[in-house]
T-cell receptor, first 110, second 111 residues
Framework: GEDVEQSLFLSVREGDSSVINCTYT??????LYWYKQEPGAGLQLLTY?????DMKQDQRLTVLLNKKDKHLSLRIADTQTGDSAIYFC??????????FGAGTTVTVRA | NAGVTQTPKFRILKIGQSMTLQCAQD?????MYWYRQDPGMGLKLIYY???????DKGEVPNGYNVSRSTTEDFPLRLELAAPSQTSVYFC??????????FGPGTRLTVT
């Protein structure tokens, strides 16, 4: 919702890196998430990071958190056509109730 | 495990009609959620439940009702459908991990 903002679209060439950015307003956010939604499907958790961490890496995914600026980013290395999807940033001050951003549609072009 | 299942996949309602969207999970999760997804708006939480017999309102509960009589099922009821309720509805569940598991969604059109 309004508490989590993301740019709506990103176009990237196959093999390049994608960077999706997110800002949030709740200073008590403890858990920050990235979910992926493929066409016609529900959301699936990609990765998450706790607010006491600056970075988390998981294979091609790197999450960076700047808690001072309330800025979260997701970097996808070597972007593939299968990475075309909508990516949602979400935050939570507990671990069960999330606020989602509007989602960033990533299009991977050949 | 089937995970989170939702029925129906698609539905067209006339204004003023009622319907129930079904959601079931077979993972013995305590937490269950209903979201609606509108283009460019992300997901908005309608209702959630932290266990059987316990439900609570989310951001956009008006026009909807829920019940949670069992751990497995969390139906969402629309009593008097309005065009503003045209949306894609997602049910999700969560256990002890941080992940919410989403169903495939129900696409509802109210005309």
């Amino acid at each position: 919702g309004e508490d989590v903002e993301q740019s709506l679209f990103l176009s990237v060439r196959e093999g390049d890196s994608s960077v999706i950015n997110c800002t949030y307003t709740d200073s008590s956010s403890t858990y920050l998430y990235w979910y992926k939604q493929e066409p016609g499907a529900g959301l699936q958790l990609l990765t998450y990071i706790f607010s006491n961490m600056d970075m988390k890496q998981d294979q091609r995914l790197t999450v960076l958190l700047n808690k001072k600026d309330k800025h979260l980013s997701l970097r996808i290395a070597d972007t593939q056509t299968g990475d075309s999807a909508i990516y949602f940033c979400a935050e939570s001050s507990n671990d069960y109730k999330l606020s989602f951003g509007a989602g960033t549609t990533v299009t991977v072009r050949a | 495990n089937a995970g989170v299942t939702q029925t129906p996949k698609f539905r067209i309602l006339k204004i003023g009609q009622s319907m129930t969207l079904q959601c079931a999970q077979d993972m013995n999760h305590n937490y269950m959620y209903w979201y609606r997804q509108d283009p460019g708006m992300g997901l908005k939480l309608i209702y959630y439940s932290v266990g059987a017999g316990i439900t609570d309102k989310g951001e956009v509960p008006n026009g909807y009702n829920v019940s949670r009589s069992t751990t497995e099922d969390f139906p969402l009821r629309l009593e008097l459908a309005a065009p503003s309720q045209t949306s894609v509805y997602f049910c999700a569940s969560k256990g002890t991990s941080y992940e919410q598991y989403f169903g495939p969604g129900t696409r509802l059109t109210v005309t």
